[in-house]
């Protein structure tokens, strides 16, 4: 099996997950002082250790979640302006490619089909 998704998949979680912080936090929050809208990096909590890990059910599910990051970043990049668009258009291209580690790694890690003879 290839790490290679793997890999991916953890760069990308953990980059999500520090982009989401400080961009909310610090970068360009929506309130001066940071907003409450950095609650937004806790579901990204919960797959960590199973990314981590390689574990093949949580990337499934970790894709699906990543869709959404995608959603939120895509809207924001039309809607926002200055830095906190460059910063949404980051969060979308980080929650792509989370989805495409994930899909990649589930599938490179999927038990293999064997070929029963007279099949």
Known sequence: MNPWF??????????LLFL???WE?????LRPGGSMLALKALPLLL????????KRYTHQ???MLALAYVTEGLVRAASDQGASQAL??????LATLLFAGCLGHARA???????KAGD
């Open 6 to 15: 793997n890999r991916l998949a953890s760069v990308s979680l953990v980059g």
């Open 20 to 22: 989401c912080l400080a």
């Open 25 to 29: 936090l610090w970068l360009a929050p």
């Open 47 to 54: 797959p960590l250790f199973g990314i981590l890990r390689g």
């Open 61 to 63: 599910w970790t894709s």
């Open 88 to 93: 949404a258009m980051a969060e979308a291209a």
């Open 109 to 115: 890690a999927a038990p293999s089909r064997t070929i």
